[in-house]
């Protein structure tokens, strides 16, 4: 099992910045890549940014390529959402993922949802305009 905990969202107006961090504990050594995932109210969970643990290849999604930033640090186990001009379309609830099985290979296996093993509770990430 993997726990996951993110910290850092809250109220922020456009043009502003957040960083999200997520903690990962209990069996961590069996993740290949983290992601992070958000949904907005009435829609549906999409694709954010991910990474994996070995290599740190990271993975964008269109909406937030040039803005947003995933890092990690493998010595303590957490890893980094850097947002930079944030837009009212920005909002959303912002959950950490962990997926443990692997290796794959493919951006397939680093944004789909349906490939994450472990979910964070969600950070809730509000842009006001």
């Known amino acids: 099992q993997v726990q996951l905990v993110e910290s850092g969202g809250g109220l922020v107006q456009a043009g502003g910045s957040l960083r999200l961090s997520c903690t990962a504990s209990?069996?961590?050594?069996?993740?290949?890549?983290m992601g992070w995932f958000r949904q907005a109210p009435g829609k549906g969970r999409e694709f954010v940014a991910a990474?994996?643990?070995?290599?740190?290849?990271?993975y964008y999604a269109d909406s937030v390529k040039g803005r947003f930033t995933i890092s990690r640090d493998a010595s303590k186990n957490t890893v980094d959402l850097r947002m930079n001009s944030l837009k009212p379309e920005d909002t959303a609830v912002y959950y950490c993922a962990s997926r443990a099985r692997g290796p794959y290979s493919g951006s397939y296996y680093y944004t789909s949802d349906t490939v994450y093993d472990y979910w964070g509770q969600g950070t809730q990430v509000t842009v006001s305009s």
């Open positions: 209990g069996r961590t050594f069996s993740s290949y890549a």
């Open positions: 990474i994996s643990w070995i290599g740190g290849y990271t």
